[in-house]
T-cell receptor
């Protein structure tokens, strides 16, 4: 079955690195995603990783995927106040468009 | 290009009343999804349309919920009669046909409060 779990809250100081973790249960996932939701807005895709990759880097963002442990993480380097938002981990099952989301992690950046 | 739009942004109704939420996907997106988030919980899948057909409605809570997508364009989600536990934010998302990364484009959500 599909189940995506995240911690609910993370607080970091501006300039530090943030690491948001996620575990998922379905090993047939093809894509894993990180979505960002800013206050009063819909979710926007931040980055994604294909299941045959271990790591993906995009400017300040680093995504790590451990398929054996079904663990996904998002690292934000030099975290800024504008990074304050809710971050949702999501998985897409193989051969099907359904996307399953986690609970979301609220990131608070302290100036 | 217009994004996914949802209406209304916020609806407050009493238990037993009816509410209809509307979603206009991005033009040309065959896939349309409804999700719901209850406060502090995960964004839960409700159903998936491919054009006008229901591809997967396994997440629909019960028969008080009815989703339609006549003509394969906009979609409506009707809740009748509404119960207290139906409160939450209803998100609509759309995506392009298969063969891509499956990125979902979300609307801002319709917040439903049932009193």
């Amino acid at each position: 079955g599909e189940d995506v779990e995240q911690s609910l809250f993370l607080s970091v100081r501006e300039g530090d690195s943030s690491v948001i973790n996620c575990t998922y249960t379905d090993s047939s996932s093809t894509y894993l995603y990180w979505y960002k939701q800013e206050p009063g807005a819909g979710l926007q895709l931040l980055t994604y990783i294909f299941s045959n990759m271990d790591m993906k880097q995009d400017q300040r963002l680093t995504v790590l995927l451990n398929k054996k442990d079904k663990h996904l993480s998002l690292r934000i380097a030099d975290t800024q106040t504008g990074d304050s938002a809710i971050y949702f981990c999501a998985e897409r099952l193989g051969g099907y468009q359904k996307v399953t989301f986690g609970t979301g992690t609220k990131l608070q950046v302290i100036p | 290009e217009a994004g996914v739009t949802q209406f209304p942004s916020h609806s407050v109704i009493e238990k037993g009343q009816t509410v209809t939420l509307r979603c206009d996907p991005i033009s040309g997106h065959d896939n349309l999804y409804w999700y719901r988030r209850v406060m502090g919980k995960e964004i839960k899948f409700l159903l998936h349309f491919v054009k006008e057909s229901k591809q997967d409605e396994s997440g629909m809570p019960n028969n008080r919920f009815l989703a339609e997508r006549t003509g394969g364009t906009y979609s409506t989600l009707k809740v009748q009669p509404a119960e207290l536990e139906d409160s939450g934010v209803y998100f609509c998302a759309s995506s392009q046909p298969r063969g891509n990364t499956g990125e979902l484009f979300f609307g801002e959500g319709s917040r439903l409060t049932v009193l």
